[in-house]
């Protein structure tokens, strides 16, 4: 028993218990055993362990060799061995063989009663089944590794069990549910004996901190935790905590700071693949952030590398959505498009998995049914017979007996019948989810074909507008350079402000170009504070003061009585205001006007942007309200605008949750409407 428990010991902390053995010491060992020695398996098991990631085939001959071998007693063995043939299934990426060799090493260590080895498999298959994003699973064989750690007083699997169901919670959006499990686990932790574990639960705090826009929480967390790993030279652990700095960093667009932590991350040796994996993709993210796009595309090629191996596929699915944002920014649209389409996939993989797998257990749960129904009527069966052996005597007994019978029969029948229609019902059900599957996959499709036509287009205007401003720009500077010494000062100066003039027709433009790349998808998510709208009007009212002078432009503005109190993202309504405003200044002759008003109804505000200028048909209207960027018209004082502004304002108030709609006419001027959430205080 003594060797049992060192040997264990030794399994679990690498190989490395007390001693280290190389493979030709483990050889040397193995040759002094017999055959049948129980030591000797004990070396084999060593052997295969150390041989696990160079050699995993070898690896796997050797443990299968042992359970060939070792006799029927050896349970715990078995179990060992088994437990490994599923790491290496599953380091192969045989999924379903690895958790087969698990099933039955859990059954080799409940014949030996072993309790601790029980319970740690369990914790083990809940990581696989997180990674393989089957959170019901996960979740199923945390609580069954807590329920036998509290049985056998195994203080670390419980704090561990309790850190996973957190980190699976926060996958899943449930932050409140995942910060209490991490703090239970805290709680366990709170000793010297468990350092290690303390660290890494307070990363995966931070992460919840960070994920609810705790910033400063998760990084005052992360620092105390690194104070901690780096006294104690914890060297893994000072990896992942300077990776989550990264995070933090490339949030708050830090992006040289983050690339200095992950360069110094990588510097540790105590880090496994998934890590590198991490930090390969981190610094992907970086260098894109940076433009620095050959350094991006290496390392996050690295990162789909190394996940391929893993099987990690909510962090593979992440890769291929980075790889298609990088391949836009080489404009290498072919691979951009093949990247979102395998994300798209695995996306839908998921889903359909999840589907198969609850399809599978109905049908595991009819066919036990069925099976206890043959039992019934093979013991009915007998009864039958033994009858038919009996006496004259009890000929009553039996015919009442086959009647009831069957009485019996045909309520099973009739059971039967229900279960097969209630059967068929969920087989529809599954069925139909499929297809709506299938029509929301070829939705996709079609909304990814019709981005790249709206970009197509977008790089038309674009190309259109630049082109004209840098050929006047090239003239303006060969005739100041030709000139030079014949020009007057009152020339040049006309000349620079000309030049002036034009860069920065290029600069509104570009800041328009980069304000729509915004827009698209995730990449400027609303965050919705309370405002008042009076000082946002103000403050675009003064910004385009010189705007209004120039064409003797009168502004009225009209809002309520009471403060105008609306609930968006700073930032954006600033952004659409002043769009808005621009497009009443471009399109308004001089000594016209311009109105501003909002009213509140029910529980949003109208906002009304009105001008007095040239107007437009309904065709225009139709043009501007289809989702795509347009040619812009030239305003009243000749104004050349990207054709991009209006399409911005749409795409940001659809993200503060409001409406937008035009009324205009021909020669009497436009009027913008949109609306936005009023603030309801309900204090």
């Known amino acids: 028993m003594k060797l049992k428990i ?23 060992l193995l040759n002094v055993y017999t055959p049948k020695s129980k030591d000797k398996y004990h070396f084999m098991l060593l052997k295969g362990k150390e041989m696990k990631y160079v050699n995993p085939l070898g690896s796997l001959t050797c443990f299968q060799n042992i359970i060939r071998q070792s006799s029927v007693e050896d349970k715990f063995i078995k179990g060992l061995a088994w437990e490994e043939i599923g790491n290496i299934f599953f380091y192969l990426g045989f999924t379903d063989s690895a958790f087969k060799a698990y099933k039955k090493s859990f059954a080799y260590y409940l014949a030996e009663n072993c309790y601790p080895c029980f319970a740690s498999l369990a914790l083990e298959v809940a990581k696989y089944k997180k990674r393989l994003a089957d959170y019901p699973s996960a979740l199923q064989f945390c609580l069954i590794a807590i329920q036998i750690a509290q049985q ?3 203080i670390k699997i419980i704090g561990k069990s309790y850190v996973l169901i957190g980190s699976i919670y926060l996958m899943q959006q449930k932050y409140q549910e995942a910060l209490k499990f991490m703090q239970k686990a805290i709680s366990i932790f709170n000793k010297d004996e468990f350092i290690k574990e303390k660290i890494m639960t307070y990363i995966n705090i931070a992460g919840v901190y960070r994920t609810t826009g705790r910033i400063d929480d998760a990084f005052q967390t992360l620092q105390k935790s690194y104070e901690i790993a780096s ?25 040289d700071e983050a690339i200095r932590l992950l360069s110094t991350a990588f510097n540790f040796e105590e880090h496994d693949a998934e890590n590198s994996c991490i930090f390969h993709m981190n610094l992907g993210i970086a260098y894109m952030k940076k433009n620095q796009l ?29 790889l298609s944002d990088l391949y836009v920014l080489k404009h290498d649209y072919q ?29 595991e749960k009819f066919k036990i049914k069925e099976l206890e129904n043959e039992n019934k009527l093979l013991r009915q069966q007998q009864l039958i017979d033994q009858m038919k052996s009996s006496s004259q005597e009890k000929n009553f007994i039996m015919l009442v007996v086959l009647l009831f019978l069957a009485l019996l029969a045909l309520g099973f029948l009739i059971f039967l019948n229900r279960m097969q229609k209630k059967h068929e019902l969920t087989l529809n059900k599954y069925n139909k989810e499929l297809l709506e599957k299938n029509a929301l996959l070829a939705k996709q499709k079609l909304d990814i074909a019709e981005s790249i036509l709206v970009r197509d287009k977008l790089f038309s205007i674009i190309s259109h507008d630049l082109r ?3 050929a006047s720009l090239i003239s303006f500077a060969r005739i100041i350079r030709r000139d030079y010494q014949k020009l007057t000062p009152k020339e040049l100066e006309v000349l620079v402000s000309e030049m002036e003039k034009v860069v920065n027709k290029m600069s509104d433009l570009l800041e328009n170009l980069l304000l729509w790349y915004r827009t698209q998808g995730d990449k400027w998510i609303s965050q919705p504070t309370v405002i008042h709208l009076q000082n946002i ?35 954006m309504l600033e952004t659409i205001l002043r769009n808005l405003v621009s497009n009443a200044i471009k399109y308004t002759p001089e000594n016209g006007k311009v109105f501003i008003s909002s009213t509140k109804h029910e529980n949003e505000y109208i906002i009304q942007i009105q001008d007095t200028g040239i107007g437009m048909d309904q065709d225009k209207i139709s043009e501007i309200m289809s989702n795509q960027p347009i040619e812009s018209t030239p305003g009243t004082a000749g104004e050349k605008g990207s054709g991009l502004g209006l399409y911005i304002v ?15 006419t021909l020669g009497k001027g436009t009027s913008f409407y949109f609306t936005l959430p009023a603030f309801e205080d309900k204090a």
């Open 335 to 363: 691979k951009a498009y093949q990247y979102k389409n395998q994300q798209k996939k695995l996306e839908d993989s998921l889903c359909f998995e999840q589907n198969a797998q609850m399809l599978k257990a109905t049908e």
């Open 537 to 571: 009007i103000q403050k675009v009212i003064e910004y385009y003061e010189k705007s209004f002078q120039l064409k003797n432009i009168s502004v009225d503005i009209t809002l309520d009585k009471e403060p105008t109190i609306v609930y968006a993202d700073e930032k």
């Open 294 to 322: 050959y350094e991006s595309e290496k390392h996050l090629l690295k990162s789909l590398e190394i996940l391929f191996h893993l099987k990690n596929l909510n962090l593979l699915a992440k890769t291929y959505a980075l």
């Open 152 to 154: 056998t007083n195994q």
């Open 6 to 28: 060192l040997f264990l010991l030794i399994l679990t902390h690498g190989g490395c218990y007390a001693f280290n053995l190389n493979l030709d010491t483990i050889d040397s």
């Open 231 to 255: 006294k104690n030279n914890f060297k893994r652990e000072m990896a992942v905590i300077l990776n989550n700095l990264a995070d933090i960093h490339l949030e708050l667009g830090k992006y």
């Open 468 to 470: 004209n401003p840098m």
């Open 650 to 664: 749409k795409e940001l108030i659809d993200k503060n949750k409001g409406r937008f709609w035009i009324e205009s």
